[in-house]
């Protein structure tokens, strides 16, 4: 790995360990998510954290799914990680699971107890937990903690082949009820599930706890670093015990550290919080592009270099903090400027009607499709006399500070003419239904004439109306209207949901898009950028907005 920049505290953990002794090919990282829910933006970060390191150090890296609870994972979970990942440009190099080794664990599993470092409580979860003490106060020793070893493996045994209900018997470490670390007071190994499994069925009846599974898994995939976010601090030392009752010298020994969680401003990325959106119908499915889930992101139109970049931006750190969602807007922004193409929409339609253009006239204009292009490409947009242009674009009676249409100035219609604002047509209540103006034929743009060099002080979009192809828009704001919906814990998030989140409109794009597949990404001029949606269809064009063209969420908050 070169050493040309500043290396962050993990990579200095990673060098030092090379430089004691451990050989580059020996190096393994490995992003294990739980299925039980879509990844979120925090797990981007973890993404980009490992299978970069992977790529610095040409380093393999396992994507392991922690599937030891039935009760909450599914298949669904599984298929939606694996494609998140691939979407954000990352290949692992194995597809590993915790259940591929749940054979391996319950052998080891029986050696623990027959070392006498491991018995089955029958206490209830209530007792467990009043036993267990408070961590100013030391626990207590269960009844049923001195077991002989050979009824412990008869117990076990019975649990594993199904005798007894869920809850009656529990496997736990024996290590010390004294122990500092509440996380040591003789934590649960194995608890009793009669649960459908997405993957080995019904064959196992108990399941392995994740602080047993998790660093035995890395021992088998011989994972060189386990890096995890920082509520893992206090796991370490019980992954270091679990560990030390199977570790060959022979072999690697994974090394687990702690990386703070990046939270991001407006959001939740708790997986239960996210479910509860889902499942109590605040928004409309994991995929939905209000939440902090990458596969919501991503049909937001949020790219993946930009989730990259904001990965890399925000770093990794040894202290939790809240980054504000601006500064990935920020990221999203800058890469769809270099890559989306330039068209032209309206999205609050006021009729303009050119009085001196010809009735039967059609005109195909040539527009650039995206400035930032190495190569500059074109296309062509119909001009007619009668054209939609932005309501918010024309004042009948206008301040100085106004440089779009009024009455008696004029305006660039872009890629096209000067216009000339003369009238207004208003319905019986007094709302402009038409607005007329004339246009110079000698200004149009790219003629090269005296007429087109003129300079005026504003530049607005339209569409024709006569080739317009109406849109439904969805349009974004922020999720939650606190900063930090979780910063409250006397508070349900929940009453933070914003309710204006989605406002759903008709406007009209340019015929250019009539073909537009999902995913494809715009901006339409003067307004933002807009992805084309899932539910878009050949009858239908839908566009969620990306993000605008610049933040004024900031501004607003501000005022």
Request: include cysteine; proline fraction near 3%.
């Given at each position: 790995?070169?050493?040309?920049?500043?290396l962050?505290?993990?990579?200095?953990?990673?060098?030092?360990?090379l430089?004691?002794?451990?050989?580059?090919?020996?190096?393994?990282?490995?992003?294990?998510?739980?299925?039980?829910?879509?990844?979120?933006?925090?797990?981007?970060?973890?993404?980009?954290?490992?299978?970069?390191?992977?790529?610095?150090?040409?380093?393999?890296?396992?994507?392991?799914?922690?599937?030891?609870?039935p009760?909450?994972?599914?298949?669904?979970?599984?298929?939606?990680?694996?494609?998140?990942?691939?979407?954000?440009?990352?290949?692992?190099?194995?597809?590993?699971?915790?259940?591929?080794?749940?054979?391996?664990?319950?052998?080891?599993?029986?050696?623990?107890?027959?070392?006498?470092?491991?018995?089955?409580?029958?206490?209830?979860?209530?007792?467990?937990?009043k036993?267990?003490?408070?961590?100013?106060?030391?626990?207590?020793?269960?009844?049923?903690?001195?077991?002989?070893?050979?009824?412990?493996?008869?117990?076990?045994?019975?649990?594993?082949?199904?005798?007894?209900?869920?809850?009656?018997?529990?496997?736990?470490?024996?290590?010390?009820?004294?122990?500092?670390?509440?996380?040591?007071?003789?934590?649960?190994?194995?608890?009793?599930?009669?649960?459908?499994?997405?993957?080995?069925?019904?064959?196992?009846?108990?399941?392995?706890?994740?602080?047993?599974?998790h660093?035995?898994?890395?021992?088998?995939?011989?994972?060189s670093?386990?890096?995890?976010?920082?509520?893992?601090?206090?796991?370490?030392e019980?992954?270091?015990?679990?560990?030390?009752?199977?570790?060959?010298?022979?072999?690697?020994?994974?090394?687990?550290?702690?990386?703070?969680?990046?939270?991001?401003?407006?959001?939740?990325?708790?997986?239960?919080?996210?479910?509860?959106?889902?499942?109590?119908?605040?928004?409309?499915?994991?995929?939905?592009?209000?939440m902090?889930?990458?596969?919501?992101?991503?049909?937001?139109?949020?790219?993946?270099?930009?989730?990259?970049?904001?990965?890399?931006?925000?770093?990794?750190?040894?202290?939790?903090?809240?980054i504000?969602?601006?500064?990935?807007?920020?990221?999203?922004?800058?890469?769809?400027?270099?890559?989306?193409?330039?068209?032209m929409?309206?999205?609050?339609?006021?009729?303009?009607?050119?009085?001196?253009?010809p009735?039967?006239?059609?005109?195909?204009?040539?527009?650039?499709?995206?400035?930032?292009?190495?190569?500059?490409?074109?296309?062509?947009?119909?001009?007619?006399?009668?054209?939609?242009?932005?309501?918010?674009?024309?004042?009948?009676?206008?301040?100085?500070?106004?440089f779009?249409?009024?009455?008696?100035?004029?305006?660039?219609?872009?890629?096209?003419?000067?216009?000339?604002?003369?009238?207004?047509?208003?319905?019986?209540?007094?709302?402009?239904?038409?607005?007329?103006?004339?246009?110079?034929?000698?200004?149009?743009?790219?003629?090269?004439?005296?007429?087109?060099?003129?300079?005026?002080?504003?530049?607005?979009?339209?569409?024709?109306?006569?080739?317009?192809?109406?849109?439904?828009?969805?349009?974004?704001?922020?999720?939650?209207?606190?900063?930090?919906?979780?910063?409250?814990?006397?508070?349900?998030f929940?009453?933070?949901?914003?309710?204006?989140s989605?406002?759903?409109?008709?406007?009209?794009?340019?015929?250019?898009?009539?073909?537009?597949?999902e995913?494809?990404?715009?901006?339409?001029?003067?307004?933002?950028?807009?992805?084309?949606?899932?539910?878009?269809?050949?009858?239908?064009?839908?566009?969620?907005?990306?993000?605008?063209l610049?933040?004024?969420?900031?501004?607003?908050?501000?005022?």
């Open positions: 790995m070169s050493e040309q920049k500043s962050n505290f993990i990579e200095q953990i990673i060098n030092e360990d430089k004691n002794g451990l050989s580059n090919d020996k190096l393994r990282f490995r992003f294990p998510p739980e299925p039980n829910g879509y990844l979120h933006i925090g797990h981007a970060s973890s993404i980009c954290l490992n299978f970069g390191l992977g790529l610095d150090y040409k380093a393999p890296v396992n994507l392991r799914f922690d599937d030891t609870n009760a909450k994972e599914e298949q669904e979970f599984v298929d939606a990680i694996k494609r998140d990942v691939e979407w954000l440009g990352y290949q692992w190099d194995k597809e590993c699971y915790a259940s591929d080794y749940f054979q391996q664990l319950y052998d080891w599993t029986i050696q623990i107890i027959k070392n006498g470092k491991a018995y089955v409580d029958s206490q209830s979860s209530e007792d467990m937990a036993q267990k003490g408070t961590p100013t106060q030391f626990g207590t020793d269960s009844p049923y903690r001195n077991r002989s070893v050979e009824e412990n493996l008869d117990l076990f045994e019975r649990m594993k082949n199904g005798e007894f209900p869920e809850g009656t018997h529990v496997l736990r470490a024996k290590i010390s009820m004294n122990a500092t670390n509440m996380l040591m007071r003789d934590p649960i190994i194995y608890r009793i599930l009669h649960k459908n499994h997405h993957r080995t069925g019904n064959k196992w009846c108990i399941y392995p706890m994740y602080d047993w599974a660093g035995e898994s890395d021992y088998i995939e011989q994972v670093h386990s890096f995890c976010t920082l509520e893992f601090l206090p796991h370490r019980l992954y270091d015990w679990f560990l030390n009752q199977i570790y060959d010298e022979s072999k690697v020994r994974p090394k687990q550290r702690e990386f703070a969680r990046r939270n991001l401003s407006h959001t939740v990325v708790s997986k239960r919080k996210l479910a509860q959106l889902v499942n109590e119908g605040h928004v409309k499915g994991w995929d939905d592009p209000r902090s889930t990458i596969s919501g992101m991503r049909r937001r139109g949020y790219t993946a270099a930009a989730i990259r970049n904001f990965a890399n931006a925000i770093g990794i750190a040894k202290r939790d903090n809240l504000d969602v601006s500064l990935l807007e920020f990221y999203v922004r800058e890469d769809l400027n270099k890559i989306a193409p330039r068209v929409a309206v999205l609050n339609p006021v009729k303009l009607v050119i009085t001196n253009y009735d039967d006239k059609e005109e195909w204009l040539e527009a650039e499709n995206n400035p930032e292009e190495e190569v500059l490409t074109y296309r062509k947009v119909p001009f007619s006399k009668e054209l939609y242009i932005e309501r918010e674009d024309f004042q009948e009676e206008a301040h100085k500070k106004f779009r249409l009024t009455l008696g100035t004029e305006v660039r219609l872009k890629n096209a003419y000067i216009i000339k604002g003369e009238s207004v047509v208003k319905d019986a209540d007094g709302n402009i239904t038409e607005i007329h103006c004339t246009y110079d034929e000698d200004s149009k743009s790219g003629s090269g004439t005296e007429a087109s060099q003129r300079k005026v002080k504003g530049t607005i979009h339209w569409v024709s109306t006569n080739h317009a192809v109406e849109a439904e828009v969805r349009v974004y704001d922020r999720l939650f209207t606190h900063e930090n919906p979780d910063g409250d814990k006397e508070v349900d929940k009453e933070f949901i914003n309710p204006n989605l406002e759903i409109i008709t406007g009209y794009v340019e015929p250019s898009l009539v073909n537009a597949k995913l494809e990404h715009y901006q339409f001029q003067r307004l933002g950028y807009f992805c084309v949606d899932r539910d878009s269809s050949a009858e239908k064009l839908v566009f969620n907005k990306t993000v605008g610049r933040d004024t969420w900031a501004k607003i908050s501000n005022q």
